[in-house]
């Protein structure tokens, strides 16, 4: 299963930065910004409200959408 670290880098991968702090520092402001469904068989990911920890995932149809700054612990 993976945990809420290796979805952060997954995330990071899939937004196409190298390191987690440049993702983090780009959406640090934003209205909306990256996440990623925490489901384990899933790596579905979306804008979303940055402090959103049960967004819709389309693809499980469940809310498990967590929004990077949760996922760091930022928010």
Not at 7 to 23: I, S, V
Not at 31 to 47: K, L
């Amino acid at each position: 299963m993976r945990n809420w670290k290796e979805k952060l880098e997954l995330l990071t991968n899939l937004e196409g930065f190298e390191d987690t702090m440049d993702l983090l520092e780009e959406n640090s402001v934003d209205s909306v910004v990256p996440g990623i469904c925490v489901n384990e068989d899933c790596d579905y990911s979306c804008e979303i409200e940055p402090d959103s920890n049960s967004g819709w995932c389309e693809e499980c149809n469940t809310n498990s959408v967590h929004s990077c700054l949760i996922l760091a612990g930022i928010i």
